[in-house]
């Protein structure tokens, strides 16, 4: 197969559904073209396939650089994929704001299950999204739902302002932290520690003292914010990815998360309102879209740049005539 134009004959519902690893991969290379006719063919495919999703379990991953997110997940996954499940990592990597380009390393930062056939990583570009995952990053999720995999972990490049995002997208938001809570506590964003449904201080087979201290620190931390529900009290662990240390209290306790929320309604509410705020996102990135395809936009927005720079024109105005332009 050569170029994107063939992408849309090669891909069908029923490849994908079957559990094609082929299939995935270029459903997910056509959802994430910019080509209009793509983007129309990859909206049928998903609508096609999604009776066949929502079934996962959906996992947010976070952490401070150098936590060691890679390494963990290796270890998680593999654990999971031994036990039978089949796991799907969307690993996003840092784009580069000014060549759009990626490293796209996870593959070689998961070196078994990079090779495990009950596993596929899909390592994409943020492209200077908000929230660090990827601007398909749900689209993907549920395709992979749709060919079989029943663990989904989302790998977002980092803790920052923007990335609680991730939250919006998964069922469970999984923190990962070092030992040394002490200088982190004053760092860390409080809507991170808000938005955790367990915090995992890792690297505790090389720390073990420390960890503790510094799970202890967290969880004190936790006593004074409300948690987002009313049956479940986010859990501070002190794990190994290495190792594998602490991974199977951490999966067990996912578990009881998941049931605790099913057993309120909570998830299925959860995972409305993700659904909407995805519209809403949706909606966003088209009318950015227009702004910077438009033909009669892409010359006037200059213009009116020029006028705001020069002080001619206020950034009201402006924006006032920006969206007088789309029609709005």
């Known amino acids: 197969m050569t170029g994107g134009s063939h992408r849309k004959a090669d ?10 690893r082929a299939a995935l991969a270029r459903a997910i ?3 994430e073209s910019r080509r209009p006719d793509h983007r129309e063919t990859a909206r049928a495919l998903l609508q096609e396939l999604m009776a066949r999703t929502g079934k996962a379990v959906r996992i947010g991953i976070t952490g401070v650089p150098g936590v060691g997110k890679s390494t963990a997940i290796d270890s998680l996954g593999s654990m999971l994929t031994d036990r039978g499940h089949k796991v799907a990592v969307l690993a996003v990597d ?17 070196a078994r ?28 999720m549920l395709l992979c739902e749709a060919a079989g995999f029943d663990v989904i972990l989302v790998e977002t490049v980092g803790v920052g302002q923007s990335e609680t995002a991730v939250a919006d997208l998964t069922d469970f938001f999984l923190v990962l932290m070092l030992p040394g809570a002490g200088d982190e506590l004053q760092g860390i964003k409080k809507g ?11 690297k505790a087979d090389d720390a073990g003292a420390k960890a503790k201290a510094a799970a202890a620190e967290y969880q004190a931390a936790l006593h004074i914010l409300a948690p987002a529900s009313s ?19 951490l999966w067990s306790k996912v578990l009881d998360h998941r049931r605790r929320l099913e057993a309120s309604g909570e998830l299925a509410a959860k995972r409305r309102t993700q659904d909407t705020k995805w519209m809403w996102a949706l909606v966003h990135e088209r009318l950015h879209e227009r702004l910077t395809r438009d033909p009669v936009l892409k010359r006037r927005v200059p213009d009116i740049e020029k006028g705001i720079a020069d002080g001619s024109v206020s950034p009201d105005a402006g924006a ?9």
């Open 320 to 328: 006032s005539e920006i969206v007088k332009l789309l029609g709005l």
């Open 231 to 249: 049956t479940w009290a986010p859990p501070v662990l002190t794990i190994s990815g290495l190792t594998g240390q602490g991974l199977d209290e």
């Open 11 to 20: 891909v069908t519902a029923d490849a994908v559904a079957r559990g094609e």
């Open 113 to 140: 299950l990079s090779g495990d056939p009950n596993a596929f990583i899909r390592p994409s570009p943020s492209s200077g999204t908000l929230g660090g995952v990827a601007a398909k990053t749900r689209e993907t």
């Open 94 to 110: 840092p784009s580069s704001t000014r060549t759009g380009g990626a490293i796209l390393g996870d593959k070689t930062r998961m």
């Open 192 to 202: 991170i520690l808000e938005l955790a449904d367990l915090i995992a201080v890792n």
């Open 29 to 31: 290379t056509l959802m």
